[in-house]
């Protein structure tokens, strides 16, 4: 004997029950826990991209070598005392260099509201280089005993020429500070230091 229905089924029905319609509260709940996925699905994605570790900024190899000119000025003065105006005049220029190409770096980086830099890991920095060729740690690095001022007209005659080079590669405010602080290089190494 067959199975009879009582009633016949009517449209929106699936076997016989009835099929609720959306209300807006049902709605605004499937919204909100799309939105909750969302955010979800965003902060697993951006965990991502910390671990992200970029290229050094070009202009970080030339504030490392502003500091090491600095302190190398800074040290021939125990050898030439006669010499202390010129060079601390130089090592004051140099960090106001390293401090300009800080601040074109943080620039690039970005900065909060709050004020503080974003967390931007990025590989260990080499000492400027002069073209292609490897790093001279001797002439970039930082100064463990006191200078001649021989060497400090070398060092800075090493960042004329690297800060020349970089300004090639660079543009517009870039490459304008980069050509500043090359041609500033010149004149204490031809001014102040002849």
């Known amino acids: 004997m067959p ?15 009835p099929a609720e319609t959306p209300n807006r509260r049902s709605v605004l709940r499937l919204a909100g826990g799309a939105a909750a996925g969302a955010l979800a699905l965003g902060a697993v994605a951006g ?7 970029h290229e050094p900024d070009p202009l970080a190899a030339q504030e ?8 190398a000025a ?14 601390s005049a130089i090592a004051a220029e140099r960090t106001q260099h390293a401090e300009a190409l800080r601040a074109e770096i943080n620039r690039v980086i970005g900065v909060y509201g709050d004020g ?4 931007h890991r990025t590989r260990t920095v080499e000492p400027a280089v002069e073209g292609a060729a490897a790093p001279d740690t001797s002439q970039q690095t930082a100064p463990t005993q006191p200078q001649t001022v021989d060497a400090v007209r070398l060092r800075l005659t090493g960042s ?3 800060a020349a080079d970089l300004a090639l590669t660079q543009s517009g405010y870039r490459a304008a500070l980069l ?7 010149a004149a204490q190494t031809a001014v102040l230091l002849a």
């Open 160 to 162: 004329r020429r690297a």
């Open 64 to 71: 490392i070598a502003a500091r090491a000119d600095a302190q």
């Open 47 to 53: 965990c991502g991209a910390e671990d992200v570790v």
């Open 179 to 185: 050509a500043s602080i090359s041609a500033a290089c």
């Open 116 to 119: 503080t830099t974003p967390v």
């Open 74 to 87: 800074t040290a021939a003065i125990a050898v030439a005392p006669q010499r202390h105006a010129a060079l």
């Open 3 to 17: 199975l009879r229905l009582t009633a016949p089924p009517r449209a929106g029905c699936i076997s016989g029950i």
